[in-house]
Nanobody, 127 residues
Framework: QVQLVESGGGLVQAGGSLRLSCAAS????????MAWFRQAPGKEREFVAA????????YYSDSVKGRFTISRDNAKNTVSLQIDNLKPEDTFVYYC????????????????????WGQGTQVTVSS
């Protein structure tokens, strides 16, 4: 049974940093591209960043480029999202997701293309 468990969310002040983590089990982790999405109440889930199975390729949405960094540790079966210079508009529930193969940008940005999802972790940024 595949499980993705996010952690690291919380309440932070604008300008601060957070590091979200996602621990994966039940799958051959290095065979999966991993991604982060985020969602606000009543809104569609939006793509944040993706990373290939060996970590050699990454892709970011334009809205987070330069402040967000995705990374992975295949020895620990974890993927992380470093968020710097947090802004109130970064307030979302953040989800990690796994996809069997890395792909084109347009495919990676579609939530429907992912096989497994975590339960999410709330990030709230106060001004």
């Amino acid at each position: 049974q595949v499980q993705l468990v996010e952690s690291g969310g919380g309440l932070v002040q604008a300008g601060g940093s957070l590091r979200l983590s996602c621990a994966a089990s039940g799958l051959t982790f290095s065979n999966y591209a991993m991604a982060w999405f985020r969602q606000a109440p009543g809104k569609e889930r939006e793509f944040v960043a993706a990373i290939s199975g060996n970590g050699g390729r990454t892709y970011y949405s334009d809205s987070v480029k330069g402040r967000f960094t995705i990374s992975r540790d295949n020895a620990k079966n974890t993927v992380s999202l470093q968020i710097d210079n947090l802004k109130p508009e970064d307030t979302f529930v953040y989800y990690c997701a796994a996809r069997r193969r890395y792909s084109t940008d347009s495919v990676l940005a579609r939530g429907s293309e992912y096989d497994y999802w975590g339960q999410g972790t709330q990030v709230t940024v106060s001004s």
